[in-house]
């Protein structure tokens, strides 16, 4: 779904207080990049929980479930809500976790989407 394609993911539980407001903070940002990068929300709570998140929110950002926490360790997140940019080869080329807000986060896609190729330089 996501290969060759620049890809931004979120790891987020729907009771972190930090992860409500990193999420919808990013399906804000899924509106405005959704044309160059592809967005991906990923909760570690239960179904119920995320459903009624996103509901309550309005969150139409695509989500799924990582039941079990496979995906939390193959990305090493061990701290919600965790962020990353991801190359169009599938590499992590930015990961970091905590709330930022729009603006830092808004900065970040633009850079992203801009300098795709030097991004780490």
């Given at each position: 779904?996501?290969?060759?394609?620049?890809?931004?993911?979120?790891?987020?539980?729907?009771?972190?207080?930090?992860?409500?407001?990193?999420?919808?903070?990013?399906?804000?940002l899924?509106?405005?990049?959704?044309?160059?990068?592809?967005?991906?929300?990923i909760?570690?709570s239960n179904?119920?929980?995320?459903?009624?998140?996103?509901?309550e929110?309005q969150?139409?950002?695509?989500?799924a479930?990582?039941?079990?926490d496979?995906g939390?360790?193959?990305?090493?997140?061990?701290?919600?809500?965790?962020?990353?940019?991801?190359?169009?080869d599938?590499?992590?080329?930015?990961r970091?976790?905590?709330?930022?807000g729009y603006?830092?986060r808004?900065?970040?896609f633009k850079?992203f989407t801009?300098e795709?190729?030097t991004f780490?330089?």
């Open positions: 779904m996501f290969a060759g394609k620049l890809t931004a993911v979120l790891f987020f539980s729907a009771e972190c207080p930090h992860c409500v407001r990193e999420i919808v903070t990013f399906d804000r899924s509106n405005r990049f959704g044309g160059t990068i592809s967005f991906l929300a909760s570690s179904r119920s929980r995320t459903a009624d998140l996103l509901r929110k969150i139409a950002v695509h989500t479930l990582d039941s079990g496979g939390k360790r193959i990305y090493g997140v061990d701290v919600l809500p965790a962020f990353f940019l991801i190359g169009k599938g590499t992590v080329l930015y970091d976790s905590g709330e930022r603006i830092a808004e900065r970040l850079r801009d795709q190729t780490l330089e």
